[in-house]
């Protein structure tokens, strides 16, 4: 049973920052090895599809991100509190929505970047 519990989001300015985290219970990853689990991002505007943001190996070792928050946004894992955060900085008016964490296998998130496994989401708004 997954288990993936979200905070940190609010309203920000254009241009500011903002840090999401999202805690992972360990029956997330029962019966498989921590190692062949990645968690990520993904967010939601309203109308559009789901996109991903970003992603990091349970190790932190390896991230992989989203063009468009490339340089900007970074995502990192603490392993012994089983959270990841993404830290977003120099926010735009264009990248509010709903945020939302995910956990599934390295190849799931790296190569087809997605995920079955969903946290709650949490709402970002960025003011003008």
């Known amino acids: 049973q997954v288990q993936l519990v979200e905070s940190g989001g609010g309203l920000v300015q254009a241009g500011g920052s903002l840090r999401l985290s999202c805690a992972a219970s360990?029956?997330?990853?029962?019966?498989?090895?921590?190692?062949?689990?990645?968690m990520g991002w993904f967010r939601q505007a309203p109308g559009n599809e789901r996109e991903f943001v970003a992603a990091?190996?349970?190790?932190?070792?390896?991230?992989i991100y989203a063009d468009s928050v490339q340089g900007r946004f970074t995502i990192y894992m603490d392993i012994a509190k089983h959270t990841v955060y993404l830290q977003m900085d120099s926010m735009t008016p264009e990248e509010p929505g709903f945020y939302y964490c995910?956990?599934?296998?390295?190849?799931?998130?790296?190569?087809?970047?997605?995920?079955?496994?969903w946290g709650q989401g949490n709402q970002v708004t960025v003011s003008s």
């Open positions: 995910a956990a599934d296998t390295v190849e799931t998130m790296f190569v087809y970047r997605t995920a079955y496994n």
């Open positions: 360990e029956r997330t990853f029962t019966g498989r090895a921590f190692s062949t689990y990645a």
């Open positions: 990091v190996t349970w190790d932190g070792g390896s991230t």
